[in-house]
């Protein structure tokens, strides 16, 4: 039985207040619990509700938000450890899929949730360090990878493994020598193209195999490969986080270096480019470190970035200029970042969308997404409120971190959806939307419930660049709360929540 987690108290009104003209994120706690792992999150494509999964100290958790409310189920018991990794996903037929690591059963396992069911696969057996999942955008099938280790003695394992037919089908990309030192660096990410072909990022050691992990990614030329290695940077500390461009197919990456030791970190941001080059650059750098960079692509290909960045704990924090020491044992304290950058594969620099407030381990390798229409959805933990000195157990928490006006998720797009009014409007009642394009467009307007299903739609106009203002009576015979969204060639690109009285 579904039940509505107790502490979810945002008003659906405030969570959906986007895209005003400033940056806006709308915290919304989903559980307190004594988490073990970083929260990830996936964002379904059609409804565009948020889900998230995250390992307590009993279970892996998945959870999930509809009609202004999260709900909870268990996914596994006995999996946690201080190293689980878990990702998550949402597949073609709207089905939450997980890939986590079961340290009571020293194995990785997928499991998919059907009909309220949660179905498990255990794919391998042993020391599973790190995973990845993703979904092919041709077959729908998932496609898995994960780090392995034997234990003393052996070496690890970079291992791929695709579903068809409900047949798991499993090859080995990399074998090679790692310190026992540098198995907590072991990260893996992994996506598909539009032609069915994946791509996997993961650590190889350092040539003189003194400290450290060398960028790697490896792209197939098809479905089943075979693969192809290239370095792409010698450096790496933790978490590695892959897109590909939707218009171009080629992969980009985020992860965390040590820029000097003892002199803080960054944030680098990789990209293929046309000739074959990997393209570096910094995105964020701290004076301490950064952990668990996310990486997200909208519709144009413009990038988002979310990231922990810490500072030393003094007297005061530089920042806020309040205390931040805690009772538990930690000498740093972080804050969740999200960074974006508009252009596409051009070239930019990134800047600060979003200051989501204290992190704990931050925001795990899958906890942004920016395929929706509202900006960046993002997750991430910290210490609870409440609790003995700050410590565990912590709040899951997820915000929405919306681009400011005109920075919109495609090239042919840009637009920024202004006021609705009258809000709240009668039944039958046209309401007035404004709205400016970047350039010219065909222009529609949906009403969808707090669901996501779509009630009523309002058929597309051609308009110029400028602002415009668009007059419609949603045809509608409920009293509600509604999304009021705004389609540019066909994207959504705005919303606006609209509350129809009768």
Partial sequence: MRVPHA????????????????????????????????????VDPVTHLPHVAFVTDSALVHAWKSRGSWYTDTVATGVANSFTDVDLRINSAGRPAT??????????????????????????????????????????????????????GTTPEIKLARRAAGVWTTQSLDTTSVK?????????????????????????????????????CAMAAGPDGPFTAEPVDSSLNNTISLALDPASGRPRIVYAVPVSLGLGGAVRYAARDAGGSWEVMTA???????????LALDAGGNPFIAHTGYTPIGPA???????????????????????????GEG????????????????NGPRALDAS???????????????????????????????????????????????????????????????????EPADVALELHDVA???????????????????????ATNRAGVYWLRVRAGGQPLGARTLVIVR
Avoid: M
């Fill in 180 to 216: 026992y030192s540098q198995l907590s660096q072991l990260s893996v990410a992994v996506a598909v193209d539009a032609s069915d072909r994946p791509v996997v990022a993961w650590g190889r050691p350092r040539a003189d195999a003194l400290t450290g992990l060398v960028l790697t």
């Fill in 317 to 343: 924090d530089a920042r806020t200029a309040t205390p931040k020491a805690t009772q538990c044992a930690v000498v740093e304290i972080g804050d969740v970042f999200v960074d974006h950058r508009a252009g």
């Fill in 7 to 42: 502490l979810c108290a945002l008003a659906l009104a405030s969570a959906l207040a986007l895209d005003t003209g400033e940056a806006q994120t709308p915290i919304d706690p989903v559980a307190v619990v004594p988490i073990t792992s970083s929260p990830v999150l996936a």
């Fill in 99 to 152: 890939l986590y690591t079961h340290w009571g059963a020293r194995a990785v396992e997928y499991a998919e949730r059907v009909e309220g069911t949660w179905q498990v696969a255990p794919l391998d057996t042993g020391i599973v360090l790190a995973v990845a999942l993703a979904v092919s955008p041709v077959s729908g099938e998932p496609v898995a990878v994960w780090a392995n280790w034997h234990g003393p």
């Fill in 284 to 294: 964020s750098s701290w004076r301490v470190e950064v952990s668990a960079p996310s």
């Fill in 372 to 438: 929706g229409p509202y900006g960046a959805a993002v997750a991430w933990s910290y210490p609870f409120q409440g609790g003995p000195g700050d410590c565990p157990p912590y709040t899951v928490a997820y915000g929405l971190a919306t681009p400011p006006a005109g920075v919109g998720p495609g090239p042919g797009a840009r637009i920024g959806l202004g006021a609705v009014s009258p809000n709240p409007a009668r039944l039958g009642e046209a309401v007035h939307a404004s709205l400016t394009l970047g």
């Fill in 452 to 474: 996501g299903r779509l009630v009523a739609a309002r058929e597309p106009v051609t308009l110029g660049a400028g602002p415009h203002a668009l007059d419609w009576a949603p």
């Fill in 347 to 362: 070239a930019g620099t990134f800047s600060l969308l979003a200051d989501l407030g204290g992190g704990d381990a931050g």
